[in-house]
Structures are given as structure tokens and as C-alpha cells.
């Protein structure tokens, strides 16, 4: 379901969706602003996502820097020697 909404463009910005439906690349000025609208909202949910998963992180338990090249340094050597390498 469309709903109406009166909106305010700056001129630019008008001028480039306008520029967008006369190439084809859009149906309408509706068009333009919906997928806008859309990628905005993707764009928030991305973010909502990545502020938890931080949030996420900063209550987990970290490693040094040190103490993870260590880490690493073992498991490379560890699955050296299970090859004979």
C-alpha cells in the first residue's frame, strides 16, 4: 500500500533523481526515494548490528596482542608437525 507524503527536496537533489528517472534507471521520483528510504533503513540495521556484536565483544574476555601471536605461533607449528612439515 502507497501512502502520499509531501516532501522538500533541496534543487540538486531533485535535479539528480530527476537525472536518475530520465536515464531509466527508476520508474519515478516515488521510486528514487523509496529505494533511497531502503537503503537507508539497510544501512541502520547493519549498524544495529554491528554496535551489538562490539557490544558483544567488550564484555567477552580478550587475549593480548602478544599473547594471541603466540596463540597463532603454536597452532602453526602444532599443525606443521601433524603433517611433517
Do not use: C, N
Not at 13 to 32: D, P
Not at 59 to 78: H, V, W
Amino acid at each position: 500500500m502507497s501512502v502520499k507524503a509531501s516532501i522538500s527536496l533541496t534543487e540538486s537533489q531533485e535535479a539528480y533523481a530527476r537525472r536518475l528517472v530520465a536515464e531509466g534507471r527508476f520508474a519515478s521520483l516515488s521510486a528514487v526515494l523509496q529505494q533511497g528510504l531502503e537503503l537507508l533503513r539497510d544501512q541502520s540495521q547493519t549498524s544495529d548490528a554491528l554496535r551489538a556484536l562490539l557490544e558483544a565483544r567488550r564484555k567477552g574476555d580478550f587475549q593480548s596482542l602478544e599473547d594471541g601471536r603466540k596463540a597463532t605461533s603454536d597452532m602453526i607449528a602444532r599443525k606443521r608437525a601433524e603433517r611433517g612439515l
